[in-house]
């Protein structure tokens, strides 16, 4: 941590090994024994903030409780749009009262990639009406050559403060726009050709933001499923990818004033020390969400034991990928499978535009082998989002199940090309976390997204119900790539996420599960059946002992999160409300007069919970799944599900709990006791 004082003075960091601080058993919690990152406060007069040095990424620009920026930070993207990793060294801080100045350097260095910059923060008091500013600025030079879709600043502005809130922004010509923040998600870029933009943070204060160096646009970043509005360069609207020849310079900078006057309020940064309180808030009730798994794309059909440990898990459905291509061998797999399973099958079909001989065809296979359909998600492979065409088609062939179309990558694809609800009986679209940035503070950030785009896709699907499938920690496949993406054998695929066997992994999927519950999908596929994509590591363990730390046969955590909801099909989801989300979520359950409240811990931090338990029974009983839990959870599953919770009697209305890092607790209520 790095204090203030009156007197200046001078931190020197060298070496990445010094810029965080290890955490024992770190793969347990986050699934890598890398460090996590170190978040360091900074504080500009009355605005406060957290500097991550090894991301190099400036997060939470604060007044009070009210945020003002969500982050800042540089990005080197190339022509897939892929992220380079960022590389920081000579970190160097110097703070007074009030006022700080950071210096770093970065490498960005990967697949012929090499590009070098220096970056600069000062944090200060300037006056002139002035109460805060902070000022990001970059220099750097290409050292190979190399094609890039992007390079330079993005900038996040949070959603809870903008959304729907009008904005002044002036262009690069000097003319003014009034305008405002989206409430929907916007489908195209809400402002484009941007010097600066305006919002009001509190009564009589202004914050503005101003870039200089690019031309810079603003997307609704809630598309993919993160929780900000990105103000970014280059504009779209340019071609890309442009080859960046060897010694280009980039020159860029960034920077946030508040301009007004307001009472100084105390001083916030991340989240505060005090007690995370949890409590149901206003909204009505929703149904749990019919909740069901991929079929495993690896490691062929499941074994008993598999299938013992599944059946306790309790999966709406089982989803199938089919394209025609592929022959018949895959129904019969997925018919097998969904009837050991006692569920049914989610089919994915994914037509060519011969799809008048494909449907046909695919209909007897169907019927010859007796399958359960849960229900049809109609693709076609050329198309971001299925047109009445293939559905229309679709209805002629396909009976007996739902028939709903959308889009197979992202909700931006199918809130740019929005179907006739006429045409389907529910829109479907998948997500992940990862399609801007990786790291585990952004996870829990874009959580809340995931409930927008459930609400802006409701404004267009009408009365027809919202599938999400599948969600996945990472992207499954790259939708936007201009060229093949190169493959190590030896490397663990890109699609591969090692905070899949996580505790990070489980908090992360009872977030998840949250949003999605309390905006009202009808249903959500998660992951797979087993597998590095799984709920469960297979029998043959992990391909990529180094790099994906599991044990042959071993439930991973997010298979208990998700066996939990499931305990409580057909019962109601009680949208509740965290003091501090980015800390603690929870989601609470009701299934007749039986109760069921999950919590999850977002932090590397233990974390103090008052809970208000919702109906009046006094037993309650509790289980954890954490650092204490955890082998016997991964090894024993099923054994570990069946054992008795610790049980306690309430004596008031709140039940006090402490959360280990990353943990996830399970309180229910005890009728009768």
């Known amino acids: 941590m790095v204090s203030q004082a009156v007197s200046r003075r001078s931190l020197l960091i060298a070496g990445a090994a010094a810029i965080a601080a290890p955490l024992r058993g770190q793969n347990i919690y986050t699934g890598k024994d890398d460090p996590l990152p170190r978040r360091i406060p900074l504080v500009a007069g009355p605005m406060t903030m957290v500097f991550e040095p090894e991301l190099g990424f400036l997060r939470y620009l604060k007044f009070g409780d009210a945020e003002v920026i969500r982050g800042i930070y540089a990005a080197v993207r190339d022509e897939n749009w892929g992220t380079v990793a960022p590389h920081v060294s000579q970190l160097k801080i110097e703070t007074i009262e009030g006022a700080f100045q950071v210096s770093f350097e970065v490498e960005c260095k990967q697949a012929g990639v090499d590009f070098f910059w220096r970056g600069e923060i000062i ?101 993919w499923t993160d929780a900000s509005y990105k103000t970014y360069c280059t504009p ?53 969400p019919k909740i069901g798994l991929g079929i495993a794309t690896s490691g ?28 018949f061998a895959p129904l019969e797999r997925a018919a097998s499978e969904a009837n050991a399973l006692l569920c049914g099958v989610e089919l994915a079909v994914h037509l060519t535009d011969d799809g008048e001989r494909e449907l046909p065809a695919l209909a007897r296979a169907i019927a010859q082998r007796k399958m359960k359909i849960a229900r049809y998600l109609v693709l076609h492979v050329s198309e971001p989002a299925t047109s009445a065409r293939w559905l229309q088609l679709a209805r002629q062939h396909l009976t007996g199940a739902p028939i709903g179309g959308g889009a197979n990558a992202y909700f931006a694809e199918l809130n740019r090309n929005r179907p006739d609800a006429r045409a389907l009986d529910f829109v479907t679209y998948s997500l992940n976390p990862q399609v801007h940035a990786f790291d585990n503070a952004s996870l829990v950030e874009n959580l809340a997204a995931q409930a927008d785009a459930v609400n802006s896709a409701r404004q267009f699907a009408g009365n027809k119900g919202i599938v999400i499938s599948p969600v996945s920690l990472k992207p499954r496949f790259n939708p936007n790539a201009t060229s093949a993406a190169k493959v190590n054998p030896a490397e663990m695929p890109a699609q591969v996420d090692p905070r899949q066997p996580s505790l990070l992994g489980a908090a992360w999927t009872l977030g998840s599960i949250k949003y999605l519950a309390e905006s009202g999908v009808e249903s959500a596929t998660y992951y797979e059946t087993r597998g590095p994509l799984g709920v469960m590591e297979g029998p043959g363990g992990s391909r990529w002992p180094k790099q994906f ?115 996830v607790a399970s309180i229910d209520s005890i009728e009768g006791a």
């Open 123 to 223: 944090g200060e008091t300037p006056g002139g009406g002035y109460v805060s500013s902070v000022r990001f600025s970059m220099e750097g030079t290409a050292r190979s050559t190399f094609k890039r879709n992007r390079i330079g600043f993005c900038v996040l502005h949070p959603i809870t403060e903008c959304a729907g809130n009008g904005c002044s922004v002036v262009h690069t010509n000097g003319s003014v726009e009034k305008g405002s923040f989206p409430l929907l998600v916007s489908p195209h870029q809400p402002f484009k050709d941007m010097r600066s933009i305006s919002h009001i943070v509190a009564p009589g204060l202004t914050a503005d933001v101003q870039f200089e160096g690019e031309v810079f646009e603003m997307e609704d970043h809630r598309n």
């Open 236 to 288: 779209l609207e340019k071609p890309f990818p442009v080859e960046v020849a060897q010694g280009t310079g980039i020159k860029q900078s960034v920077t946030v004033r508040l301009r007004g006057t307001a009472d100084t309020p105390a001083r916030t940064f991340f989240i505060s020390r005090k007690e995370v309180s949890i409590e149901a808030d206003s909204n009505p009730p929703r149904p749990v």
């Open 300 to 327: 062929g059909a499941l074994i008993a034991n598999e299938v013992r440990k599944l059946l306790l898990l309790k999966p709406a459905h089982l989803r199938l990928d089919w394209r025609f291509a592929d022959g």
């Open 549 to 663: 730390l599991s044990q042959p046969g071993q439930a991973f955590p997010l298979y208990h999160v998700i066996a939990d909801v499931n305990e409580f099909a057909g019962g109601e989801v009680l949208p509740c409300r965290s003091s501090q989300p980015l800390a603690v979520e929870a989601l609470m359950l009701r299934k007749g007069k039986n109760h069921r409240v999950l919590l999850a811990n977002m932090t590397a931090e233990a974390q103090a919970v008052r809970l208000l338990y919702p109906g009046s029974v006094k037993r309650m009983a509790m289980r954890k799944l954490d650092e204490h839990t955890l082998r016997t959870a991964m090894d024993w599953a099923d054994n570990w599900r069946i054992q008795p919770a610790d049980r306690f009697t309430l004596t008031t209305s709140y039940v006090g709990v402490t959360l280990a890092p990353y943990g």
